[in-house]
RNA sequence: GUGAUCGUAGCUCAGUUGGCAGAGCAUCGGGUUGUGGUCCCGAAGGUCGCGGGUUCGAGCCCCGUCGAUCACCCCA
């Protein structure tokens, strides 16, 4: 906050770092993180399915030709630079494009199918940010690809779910819609658009601007008049083809099987171009205005477009900081073994000697390097947690002894250093 | 990118009609020459986001700027 003295981190950045919880957002905490990388890590084994880490650049034409031309994300949030070859790079703002991309450049289609792959990392993208949107953000996301099987859609649905669920997401409700494959849209798109065209002079100006290139994005319009408008406007549902309905139907039917809670929402629509058939979006009441806390669907002919087989594809990504913001803070992390307290120089070596021996033999331990008094070293290591305070001192050192103190009792009693860790461990044991 | 609100110690915040920058918590030290979490005392910590203007005098008023928050746009 303060930073009159030197640099700031860029707009749109935050910093991860200890402080205890004080003045932080919960995303800035790091013991946040490591508890997010550990259930995500152990959701995603429990599905099996396996890490992929990429670049966060890529060629910005990658995200141009999947993302979508008239996307937001790639006409005005996309951080774009030339590198000193000429090359047009974009930092990555979605996850999608660059799994497809090293999918279809690895050959993973000759792996077993359907391919299962996560990830969790940075995105960017340059908008201005608020509570829970940032211009670096974590995602986490999963893609499937090569099974067109609606049971897919509902093991990811199911992934999503379970992955919020295990980290204490409050308030959170599952929408779900079919955008419908190509021949759906071909026959519904003109209708949309003709019911629109009539009633254009009541839209907003935002809708007005989309009707050619993508009407169906009205649906995200925000304005009271055209929600109006749109009670009466034809819904994509009434359009769906045979397959459309029947992978619908089963997505459902899947859902319910798993007992995991969900909206149709016929007006849901997604804003990036390459979704077909089954979409999704997770959001979470103790969220404000970004109340999206994962999204995703099915994008069945990205692969291909991207230049590998023609294999179906399915994903979602889901925000940390939103996770986070969303879920119950968890409180009291785990605090160190041992403090070693020393009272005179001399026991400085020993104590170092004997941390190193407990360290060693995988416990955590700390010493005091700020020469400070006994009374700090005991506020030190009860700050620290520590369930040991391990005190050295003159009258230890000339009886060969260290003296280990039970944080929570009280209770004390000596132990030989000669003895080494193993007697220290025994004694700490009783 | 648009609009509104805000910016004082590490954190949370007081600061009157413009008149010597404060409290609580946290930190460090002492009370207990070697025993923490309670209590008492003390110390340290600030170019009041930054730059300019008005004024004898600006934390306070005006302009700009940077940042944050909220709402749009859109999204995780």
């Not at 003045?23 to 946040?32: D, F, I, T, V, Y």
């Not at 779910?161 to 955008?179: D, F, P, Q, R, T």
């Amino acid at each position: 906050m303060s930073a009159t003295k030197g640099y700031r981190g860029p707009k749109g950045t935050y910093d991860v770092y200890p402080g205890g919880g004080q003045g932080q957002e919960p995303h800035e905490r790091p013991e946040l993180w490591e508890l997010v990388e550990r259930v995500a890590r152990d959701v995603f084994g429990r599905y099996n399915y396996s890490e992929v880490r990429l670049p966060v650049f890529e060629e910005a034409e990658l995200f141009v030709r999947s993302s979508g031309e008239t996307s937001d994300v790639v006409t005005k949030e996309m951080f774009l630079f030339t590198d000193k070859g000429g090359r047009e790079l974009a930092l990555r703002p979605e996850g999608t494009p660059g799994v497809v991309r090293a999918f279809v450049e690895h050959n993973l289609d000759r792996l077993a199918q359907p391919t299962k792959l996560w990830y969790m990392g940075p995105m960017f993208r340059h908008e201005r940010q608020q509570k829970g949107r940032y211009r670096q953000h974590v995602q986490i996301g999963a893609e499937v690809l090569g099974s067109p099987d609606p049971l897919v859609d509902v093991e990811v649905i199911s992934l999503l779910y379970a992955i919020h669920k295990s980290l204490g997401v409050k308030g959170e409700v599952v929408y779900l819609n079919n955008l419908g494959d190509f021949e759906t849209r071909r026959r519904y798109v003109p209708e949309l658009r003709g019911f629109l065209k009539k009633h254009e002079a009541h839209l907003d100006p935002d809708s007005r601007a989309r009707l050619d290139k993508n009407p169906m994005r009205t649906f995200d319009s925000k304005s009271k008049e055209t929600q109006e408008l749109l009670d009466e406007a034809p819904l994509i549902g009434d359009f769906l083809s045979e397959d459309a309905r029947g992978h619908l139907a089963a997505v459902e039917a899947g859902l319910d099987a798993l007992g995991i809670p969900y909206k149709l929402d016929e007006r849901l629509v997604r804003g990036l171009d390459y979704y077909t058939l089954t979409v999704f979006e997770a959001k979470s009441a103790a969220l404000g205005a970004q109340d999206t806390v994962g999204a995703g669907g099915r994008y069945n002919g990205l692969v291909e477009q991207l230049g590998g087989p023609d294999l179906a594809g399915i994903g979602f990504g889901t925000g940390v900081e939103r996770i986070l913001l969303a879920a119950e803070a968890p409180e009291g992390g785990a605090g160190l073994d041992a403090y070693f307290i020393t009272l005179v120089p001399e026991a400085r070596l020993p104590a170092l000697r004997l941390a190193g021996a407990l360290r060693d033999a995988g416990l955590s331990c700390d010493l005091d390097y700020a020469d400070r008094s006994a009374k700090g070293q005991f506020k030190g290591a009860d700050r620290a947690g520590a369930r040991f305070a391990v005190v050295i001192g003159d009258e230890e050192l000339a009886r060969g002894v260290c003296a280990l103190r039970d944080m929570a009792s009280g209770e004390q009693r000596e132990v030989r250093i000669s003895d080494g860790p193993q007697e220290l461990l025994r004694a700490a044991g009783a």
